[in-house]
């Protein structure tokens, strides 16, 4: 059962799992263009997803995966929340992180639903950690319990450094 604030909460949509190709998505980045997966095709791809840029976990979230993943050869660390994008570019902008990949699901929720990370009753995304290989086939994947809690950050870092 997953929780948020210390109650339970539901989802639509199936959790995806190791060995399952990534779905494709369509967001949109700080600058109101979209991204979709094909746009980081032949990477290895940590899609961090979090329910606020603007809380203590969301934060240190995006900024350990960015300080210890990003730097790394053919591999981005894409954070994705329901933030609008200007919250996500303010967040990035205050932190210093110049670099990082934000992109909001704000627009249709299509992201949440289909990657069953949507909360039915905040319509925010919950906590998950997902890294997939330069084919898009998830080889690593956290649907956190307790939103309120940190992912395994080291269990996804070795999944990302695995690959490389």
Known sequence: MTTFLGNPVTFTGKQLQVGDKALDFSLTTTDLSKKTLADFEGKIKILSVIPSID???????????NQELASL??????????????????????????????????FDHSFGRDYALLIKEWHLLARAVLVLDSDNIIRYVEYVDNINSEPDFEAAIAAVKELN
């Not at 990949?101 to 704000?106: A, E, F, G």
């Open 55 to 65: 809380t203590g976990i969301c934060s240190l979230q995006t900024r350990r995966f």
């Open 73 to 106: 050869d053919n591999t981005v660390v894409v954070t994705v929340s329901m933030d609008l994008p200007f919250a996500q570019k303010r967040w990035c902008g205050a932190e210093g992180i110049e670099n990082a990949i934000m992109l909001s699901d704000y």
